[in-house]
């Protein structure tokens, strides 16, 4: 094999230089001298551009990558439902801030953890007050939302937080918080007996306007009430002042009054869902409230705006009939004015078992009247209203329902009475109702009726009548022993008083027909009485029967 750069050794010229004579070969040949060759430079070739490119832009998308990508949380839900990795995005005002990376099952089973991997530009919702939920078609109290996914599929709302902690483990909402952290507004508490037909995301309204949302509920720590978290959006929380008052205005508010019937609501959504509203009593100018102020719940407009009654005082009454009809809350009257309330109604029986009454203790409100000091047992007002006739009487407030209240009013000629306490109450001295008087009136006609004497009556008229024939035949005899002449106008005088005497005793006999007539007359009073008697009592327990009529009896199978 031979070299282009070096020729055969045949091939070389001989030197022409007698020193390279010791350069021969064995053969005899001489050497030629070695020329030196310049070496080829290398020359760009168009092939390595394409790799040259192509690394260039891999290294700019692995670069874009790292800067553009953010940290990785992990959110807990109770299902996956809807979720997939490498498909589910993460929104925020509907801009994708991350993607669903992995999607793993707890240790104990009880949840999905879902791996997301956010956005460079949204590493700063990795903090602590972050809120995760799953956006899917739901039905609620605040309306129709997520109807979007039923065509795009389920995804992960966020709502940022502004805390400077930083978190990479969130618990997921199972629902959309009603209030964002970016929605401006303003949280109250309301306080309420029970929650009655409210919901999260039951509507708050003012002038019939929705201004907000019941955010969240709970129980009182004492666990007597309920404490309702109230959210007012802006602008309109600047309207909740310290005098604003709330109250439920769930379903339809329906009163009779000497204008008619009048219907009150705030909107069908109040009707399905609950809901509440807020005003102002007439009159009203304070100050705007701070956030997390306290309010009270009422149940109605009507209790809501009243004025304040400060603090009640309690009474006690006792009455000896029926209390059928009387219930708790029933009012107390004074001359059309509600004092107060019917606070309890108990039976109590003395120490013998003997006789019983029903107390029943009320809670009234003097400042309702006009100095306030009426039923206040200290300034002995009271003591002097009860010397004075002051008693208590139920009365039947509506005959349609059967319901009734308990008056209080002057009584002149009621019986002498003095104030009395129990166990530190004031007792109010009470009169039967008017039913019970009309019924105790009717009796004692019926006993004044049969206790007549009828029988011992006719007994005397008998014996007169017997008394008056003796002595006409006494006078019989003395006239026929008389002068001839006077004799017969006597006798005709005698005899016409016969007659007379004759008619009497048949009228006044036991079989005469004016004594029975007499009787039966006797006796049907006293079957009117009893009658009358038996429809008192009726009226007293059916006090509805004067507008419907009796209720038809059932026959007996």
Do not use: C
Not at 113 to 125: D, M, N, P, Q
Not at 272 to 291: L, Q, R, T, Y
Not at 469 to 495: E, F, R, V
Not at 497 to 516: N, Y
């Amino acid at each position: 094999m031979t070299d282009d750069n070096k020729p055969a050794s045949d091939d070389l010229p001989k030197s022409p230089n007698p020193s390279n004579e010791g350069s021969k070969l064995p053969s005899g040949k001489v050497l030629a001298e070695p020329r030196t060759a310049q070496p080829k430079r290398w020359k760009f070739s168009l092939v390595w551009l394409i790799p040259l490119i192509a690394l260039a832009i891999g290294l700019s998308l692995f670069a874009k990558a790292i800067l553009e990508t953010g940290p990785t949380i992990s959110v807990s839900f109770r299902t996956a439902d809807g979720l997939q990795a490498g498909k589910t995005t993460v929104r925020y005002k509907e801009v994708d801030i991350g993607l669903v990376r992995r999607i793993e099952l707890a240790e104990d089973r009880s949840h999905v953890i879902v791996k997301i991997e956010l956005s460079h530009a949204a590493r700063g919702f990795a903090v602590d007050d972050t809120k995760f939920w799953v956006i899917r078609p739901r039905i609620g109290a605040s309306g129709i939302s997520g109807i979007n996914t039923l065509f795009s599929g389920a995804y992960i709302g966020v709502a940022g937080g502004k805390s400077k902690a930083d978190k990479d483990e969130f618990v997921g909402l199972e629902s959309p918080p009603i209030i964002t952290g970016d929605e401006a507004g303003k949280v109250f508490v309301l306080r309420s007996n029970d929650l009655g037909s409210l919901d999260t995301g039951s509507p708050i309204f003012y002038r019939r306007i929705n201004v907000g949302q019941v955010s969240a509920y709970k129980l009182a720590n004492d666990g007597k009430s309920v404490e309702v978290q109230a959210f007012i959006k802006s602008p309109y929380d600047r309207y909740v002042t310290t005098d604003t008052r709330f109250w439920h205005s769930s379903g339809v508010d329906v009163s009779l009054n000497a204008s008619g019937f009048q219907v009150n609501t705030q909107s069908l959504a109040s009707i399905v869902s609950g809901g509440i509203a807020f005003g102002f009593p007439e009159g009203s100018n304070s100050g705007i409230a701070a956030n997390n102020t306290v309010f009270k719940l009422a149940t109605n407009q009507a209790e809501a705006l009243k004025d304040s009654d400060g603090n009640p005082v309690q009474i006690l009454m006792y009455f000896d009939q029926s209390l059928r009809g009387l219930a708790k809350g029933a009012p107390i009257d004074f001359r059309g004015i509600e004092l107060g309330y019917v606070k309890s109604i108990n039976v109590e029986f003395d120490s013998t078992y003997s006789q019983l009454r029903m107390p029943v203790i009320a809670e009234v409100y003097p400042s309702r009247l006009s100095h306030g000091r009426e039923f206040d047992p200290d300034k002995q007002v009271l003591k002097a209203f009860i010397q004075r006739g002051l008693r208590a009487q139920m009365k039947t407030g509506n005959i349609l329902t059967g319901q009734n209240y308990i008056a209080i009013d002057f009584y002149p000629k009621a019986k002498p009475a003095e104030m009395k306490f129990t166990n530190g109450i004031a007792e109010i001295p009470t009169i039967p109702t008017e039913l019970s008087g009309l019924q105790a009136q009717v009796t004692l006609i019926a006993d004044k009726l049969t206790k007549f004497p009828l029988n011992e009556i006719g007994q005397d008229v008998r014996k007169t009548m017997a008394n008056m024939n003796t002595a006409i035949n006494s006078t019989d005899k003395l006239i026929k022993q008389l002068d001839s002449k006077t004799a017969p106008a006597m006798q005709a005088t005698l005899d016409d008083a016969r007659k007379t005497m004759q008619s009497t005793q048949t009228i006044l006999a036991s079989d005469a027909p004016m004594q029975q007539d007499v009787r039966r007359a006797v006796q049907q009073m006293t079957r009117a009485a009893a009658s009358l008697q038996l429809m008192a009592d009726y009226i007293e327990q059916h006090p509805e029967s004067l507008i419907r009529g009796k209720a038809p009896t059932k026959e007996k199978p």
